[in-house]
């Protein structure tokens, strides 16, 4: 956006949110969430199929490009990944379904959430993320 940070410093910003590995915390919650470690039964959910981690990895890659970062990445209560962004009273999110669905929501406590259908695409994706980014920066 206009107001956000130059590419340069995006680019800054980017890496000082990376760790020793290389990966972002949206990606290390993603790698951990789909890693052999998660005790699938325990967490009482479905585990993420390839089409959920298939798509929750276009988002990552394109809230990378937008430097809007995911406050936390986990599984989805219904089966898939979700990406929750949450400033104050103002919460958003963006959930990639086992199903092959992605849904957006924004919410500011007060009214009722709005949500979405997303075509899984980079486009789409990135459109849905710049809402979410506006809403939570227009209200925040």
């Not at 910003?13 to 699938?40: F, Y």
């Not at 379904?97 to 259908?117: C, H, K, Y």
């Amino acid at each position: 956006s206009a107001s956000g940070p130059t590419p340069f410093w995006a680019a800054v910003i980017r890496m000082l949110k990376r760790n020793r590995t290389g990966m972002s915390l949206p990606e290390l919650q993603l790698a951990q969430m789909t890693g052999l470690t998660v005790d699938w039964a325990a967490e009482k959910r479905e585990p993420p199929n390839a089409i959920a981690r298939s798509h929750a990895s276009t988002v990552l890659t394109v809230s990378d490009i937008l430097a809007i970062s995911a406050e936390y990445v986990t599984a989805s209560a219904e089966g898939g990944v979700v990406f929750c962004f949450r400033r104050h009273d103002i919460y958003a999110d963006m959930e990639c379904f086992n199903s092959g669905e992605v849904w957006a929501l924004i919410s500011d406590r007060v009214n009722p959430p709005e949500t979405w259908a997303v075509k899984p695409n980079k486009k789409e994706i990135q459109a849905a993320l710049g809402k979410i980014d506006a809403f939570i920066k227009l209200r925040a």
